[in-house]
């Protein structure tokens, strides 16, 4: 089955941590988005990417780094220097990047937990 | 920012009546997408209506695009316990190559039995 896969589904970081969070699909699509959920907030783009080897910050990227360095991978590192990152994190690609079918396909996501 | 913004923030009805939602935005579009979201879980693509489309049915979904006022409406008929979620819409920027989507906050639907 074509799809989009975050894993972990639950992970618990403790202060000072590095996190990585993963993020697979095999639907072919070029452009890949992180996205952050807080409670009331909605979601919030932390970084997108429209084609292998290029990202952009979006408008929360503090504290977080990505890389793209294979067209179904885009794995999301949650640093040190991100004060507050319990949060419900949302990855997303769509088909292209371009105007028009910008339908995104999401995957379950992963919730972290500073403890 | 181009965020939309759904009211009501929260929505709660009785099986079979129906369910309205509103979506605000800011900025020219090339299209309007609507989410639902159970809760704890990723979000799934409901419908999408193009900028030059005022009106788009999906099985018991209805939804229209004003662009002129800048909102949309998402109606579910005949609603069912199963259509409790969380539902979003989020807008592109027209003329953007980009692809990025801006969400709103949601509409949280409870649905009685």
């Known amino acids: 089955d074509g799809g989009i896969t975050q894993s972990p589904k639950y992970l618990f970081r403790k202060e000072g941590q590095n996190v990585t969070l993963s993020c697979e699909q095999n639907?072919?699509?070029?452009?890949m988005y992180w996205y952050r959920q807080d409670p009331g907030q909605g979601l919030r783009l932390i970084y997108y990417?429209?084609?292998?080897?290029?990202?952009q910050k979006g408008d929360i990227a503090e504290g977080y780094s990505v890389s793209r360095e294979k067209k179904e991978s885009f794995p999301l590192t949650v640093t040190s220097a991100q004060k507050n990152p319990t949060a419900f994190y949302l990855c997303?690609?769509?088909?292209?990047?371009?105007?028009?079918?910008?339908?995104?396909?999401f995957g379950q996501g992963t919730r972290l937990t500073v403890v | 920012s181009q965020q939309g913004e759904e009211d009501p923030q929260a929505l709660s009805i009785q099986e079979g009546e129906n369910a309205t939602m509103n979506c605000s935005y800011k900025?020219?579009?090339?299209?309007l997408q609507w989410y639902r979201q159970n809760s704890g879980r990723g979000l799934v693509h409901l419908i999408l209506?193009?900028?030059?489309?005022r009106e788009k049915h999906s099985g018991r979904l209805r939804v229209t695009l004003d662009t002129s006022k800048k909102s949309s409406s998402l109606l579910i008929t005949a609603s069912r316990a199963a259509d409790t979620a969380s539902y979003f819409c989020?807008?592109?920027?027209?003329?953007?190559?980009?692809?990025?989507?801006?969400f709103g906050r949601g509409t949280q639907l409870t649905v009685w039995p």
């Open positions: 209506i193009r900028s030059n489309e």
């Open positions: 989020a807008t592109d920027e027209r003329g953007s190559t980009l692809g990025r989507l801006y």
């Open positions: 997303a690609s769509s088909p292209r990047g371009a105007r028009g079918n910008t339908e995104a396909f």
């Open positions: 990417s429209q084609i292998v080897n290029d990202f």
């Open positions: 900025t020219s579009i090339n299209n």
């Open positions: 639907l072919n699509h070029d452009a």
